[in-house]
């Protein structure tokens, strides 16, 4: 492709009352009807509560109302319907904390690798995150540039947008020289980016050359519950990124990394 168009998706919280399903269907059915459009699968698709997590399962319910809640099964079952149409387009997949600490911890169940081998990609999961290295249409026979990004669910508490961006940023720490580097977890949508210089592994070349590094925060489809107004937390940032890649002949970089939020 020209240019192609990545979605981190994460923190469905699926199985939540406030879980907005037609939301997440709809992106599926976008980046199903774009040939260009790809995935990440970004940790907290379920919330899976238990009597020790935060977000307790009796909390899901109206005082004097009954608790209606989906167990993993039904849960496994739906994604899977609805994923199965973009398999091929789900470029990798990580657990979130809900996943890990609530189902992975308590049974050593994974629940998301196994979410990911129903769909016949297991070999695309990573636990913790990951690197991608992505490919677009190279502008002339001699133009070998491919984008790296870096992502994994995230961690902490970040109650301030800029909180969240310093988490993002903490990843360029560990991996220094990505592209772009995706986070989720806070329910903040945002784009940020760094311009940096480096110095090329290169005897005879004495000039630093540019480099941009973009910090993308995925957003939720989950809308305020009853945890989040418990601790006063902000309104979530509904919807998810989408990340444009492209590949430019001439420019400084060769790179163009756009983020709509």
């Not at 406030?18 to 709809?26: F, L």
């Not at 970004?42 to 509560?49: I, Q, S």
């Not at 502008?139 to 992502?151: H, L, M, Q």
């Not at 919807?239 to 939020?261: M, N, T, Y």
């Amino acid at each position: 492709h020209d240019f192609i168009y990545l979605f981190p998706l994460s923190d469905f919280h699926w199985d939540e009352p406030q879980s907005d399903h037609e939301a997440i269907k709809g992106y599926v059915d976008w980046i199903a009807s774009h040939k260009n459009a790809y995935t990440l699968l970004n940790g907290d698709l379920v919330t899976a509560p238990t009597d020790k997590s935060a977000a307790n399962l009796y909390e899901m319910a109206e005082p004097g109302k009954s608790i209606e809640f989906p167990s993993l099964d039904q849960c496994s079952n739906e994604l899977e319907s609805l994923l199965k149409p973009i398999a091929k387009k789900i470029l990798a997949a990580c657990s979130g904390g809900h996943e890990l600490k609530n189902v992975f911890r308590a049974t050593g169940t994974d629940w998301t690798y196994n979410l990911m081998k129903r769909l016949g990609i297991e070999d695309r999961y990573t636990r913790d995150g990951g690197v991608l290295l992505i490919r677009t249409k190279p502008a002339n026979i001699n133009d070998n540039t491919f984008f790296t990004a870096v992502f994994t669910h995230g961690w902490g508490g970040a109650r301030r947008t800029g909180a969240h961006v310093n988490k993002t940023e903490e990843l360029a720490a560990v991996v220094t020289n990505a592209d772009v580097y995706i986070i989720g977890h806070e329910h903040t949508l945002y784009g940020s980016r760094w311009d940096s210089a480096y110095i090329p592994d290169k005897r005879n070349t004495v000039e630093c050359q540019p480099m941009r590094q973009v910090f993308v925060g995925g957003g939720t489809f989950c809308r305020y519950t009853k945890f989040q107004k418990r601790i006063q937390r902000r309104l979530p940032n509904l919807g998810a990124p989408r990340i444009r890649l492209e590949g430019i002949s001439g420019h400084r970089s060769h790179k163009d990394i756009h983020v709509s939020i």
